[in-house]
C-alpha cells in the first residue's frame, strides 16, 4: 500500500486532529509563512536603516548649529572681554584716588591745616602778672 504525499499528509492531519493537535500545514503554507516572516523582517529592517540614516542627518545638522554657536559665543566672549578689561582699571584708579584723598584729609587735620572744630575762646581768661 503506497500513499502519495498528498494522502500522507492528509491521514497524517486526521491522526492529529484525533489526538487534539493542530494539523501541521503542507509545506508550501510553512514556505510562505516563513516569506511572509522573511518579508515582515525585511520592512522592518529597512525602516531602521531609514531611521538611522535620518538620525545621522539630524546629527550632523545638530553639530553644524553647535559650531556655528560656538563661533558666535568666542566672538561674544572677546567683545566682552575688551568691555570689561577697561572697566577693571577704571576701578582700581578709582579706589586709589578715593584712598589718597581720605589719607590727605587725616594728614591734614592731624598737621592742623584743617581745623576739625571751630576755635572757641576760653570762658576764663588768662591773666598776667604785673
Excluded: C
Excluded at 72 to 99: A, C, F, G, H, M
Amino acid at each position: 500500500m503506497t500513499f502519495n504525499s498528498v494522502t500522507a499528509n492528509t491521514a497524517w492531519d486526521q491522526m492529529d486532529m484525533e489526538r487534539g493537535g493542530a494539523a501541521e500545514p503542507a509545506p508550501q503554507d510553512k514556505m510562505r509563512a516563513l516569506r511572509g516572516q522573511v518579508d515582515e523582517v525585511k520592512e522592518q529592517m529597512k525602516d531602521n536603516v531609514e531611521r538611522v540614516i535620518e538620525g545621522g542627518e539630524k546629527g550632523a545638522d545638530l553639530f553644524t548649529t553647535a559650531e556655528g554657536m560656538e563661533e558666535r559665543l568666542t566672538e561674544t566672549s572677546e567683545k566682552v572681554d575688551r568691555i570689561y578689561w577697561w572697566k577693571k582699571p577704571k576701578q582700581v584708579v578709582l579706589i586709589v584716588v578715593i584712598l589718597i584723598v581720605i589719607i590727605l584729609f587725616i594728614i591734614l587735620v592731624v598737621v592742623g591745616i584743617i581745623p576739625l572744630s571751630a576755635h572757641v575762646t576760653p570762658a576764663v581768661t588768662p591773666t598776667t602778672k604785673p
